[in-house]
């Protein structure tokens, strides 16, 4: 079964840090890109990084540049999301999505139950 | 960056059909993909490219688009239709994206 679980998430203060891991299991996770996705309580979904199936290109939302940080080890087939400097505006469920590309066009296919980031002032 | 804009909310009764709409820049240049999100579910692809769908999502769901306009059709929508939808593309960089604001779909 493709599957992604993500992990990591928690309550933490304002100025802190926290580190979000998503598992991969079913397909082969070192030909996809993947990315996170974010939806803070009641809102939509925010697009916040991509990072390609080598590492060899990474992009951030505006609003997590500089702070968040995205990584993969293809040989653990696990995805990363390093948070820093966070503030009560990141408060959200994280999801991870895998991004698939044919020659219809890309989407992201496979997606996380997603995990709760808390960010308290 | 891009934005892309969505009617906050549209009802259809049982069995007819609704047209969810989705408005930007970028779409000019690269088709949207759309996601249903049920209530405390992560969200579901259901369409994406010219019209294509994902295996094991019904064929009552469509797609197209029109200059920078994209949508989705839902014709003979069914309650288990009824969800929040998103439309998302490639912002005008193409590096970047951006998803829709959201369209609440109710079916009565």
């Known amino acids: 079964e493709v599957q992604l679980v993500e992990s990591g998430g928690g309550l933490v203060k304002s100025g802190g840090s926290l580190r979000l891991s998503c598992a991969a299991s079913?397909?082969?996770?070192?030909?996809?890109?993947m990315n996170w996705v974010r939806q803070a309580p009641g809102k939509g979904l925010e697009w916040v990084s991509f990072?390609?199936?080598?590492?060899?290109?990474?992009y951030y939302a505006d609003s997590v540049k500089g702070r968040f940080t995205i990584s993969r080890d293809n040989a653990k087939k696990s995805l990363y999301l390093q948070m820093n400097s966070l503030r009560a505006e990141d408060t959200a469920v994280y999801y991870c999505?895998?991004?698939?590309?044919?020659?219809?066009?890309?989407?992201?296919?496979?997606w996380g139950q997603g995990t709760m980031v808390t960010v308290s002032s | 960056s891009s934005e892309l804009t969505q009617d906050p909310a549209v009802s259809v009764a049982l069995g007819q059909t609704v047209r969810i709409t989705c408005q930007g820049d970028?779409?000019?240049?690269?088709?949207a993909s759309w996601y249903q999100q049920k209530t405390g579910q992560a969200p579901v692809l259901v369409i994406y490219?010219?019209?294509n769908r994902p295996s094991g999502i019904p064929d009552r769901f469509s797609g197209s688009s029109s200059g920078n306009t994209a949508s989705l059709t839902i014709t003979g929508a069914q309650a288990e239709d009824e969800a929040d939808y998103y439309c998302?593309?490639?912002?005008?960089?193409?590096?970047?994206?951006?998803f829709g604001t959201g369209t609440k779909v109710t079916v009565l």
């Open positions: 999505a895998r991004e698939n590309h044919d020659s219809s066009g890309y989407a992201f296919d496979i």
């Open positions: 079913g397909f082969t996770f070192n030909s996809y890109s």
């Open positions: 990072i390609s199936s080598s590492s060899n290109y990474i």
């Open positions: 970028s779409l000019r240049s690269y088709y």
């Open positions: 490219g010219k019209n």
């Open positions: 998302n593309s490639r912002d005008s960089s193409g590096n970047h994206y951006v």
